[in-house]
């Protein structure tokens, strides 16, 4: 069993998102956008992080670069989980350190496929 922060500033996508995780046995916590997670990993260290990228205030590229470049965050694996399907928006969530990048809607199984794959 893992803990996952999951961030999304859609109620809708936090509930979906958290009762897949849930039901796949995970532990998860929730913030509704970039700076509160950034906020959370850092207090609560989850083992994996779910990021949204549309998000008002701090994006989901900016909050996955402030974690991935702090050292006492850094060792979390973020997974972007967006509805921005473009080859380009992929591979600049890779380049702020996600691990993964899935693109909404994702099906239970998707998803924790890859969660299982991201944690080893």
């Known amino acids: 069993m893992a803990k996952v922060l999951v961030v999304d500033d859609s109620p809708t996508e936090l509930h979906i998102l958290t009762r897949y995780l849930e039901e796949g046995g995970h532990q998860t916590l929730t913030a509704a956008d970039g700076k509160e997670g950034v906020e959370v990993a850092r207090s609560e260290q989850p083992d994996l992080i779910l990021m949204d990228v549309v998000m008002p205030g701090l994006n989901g590229f900016q909050a996955t670069r402030k974690i991935s ?45 890859t969660v299982e794959e991201v944690l080893g």
């Open 69 to 113: 470049r702090d050292p006492t965050t850094r060792s979390i694996p973020v997974v972007m989980i967006t509805t921005k399907d473009q080859d380009t928006d992929r591979e600049w969530g890779l380049r702020q350190g996600a691990r993964a990048y899935l693109v909404k809607p994702v099906t239970e199984a998707e998803l924790l496929c």
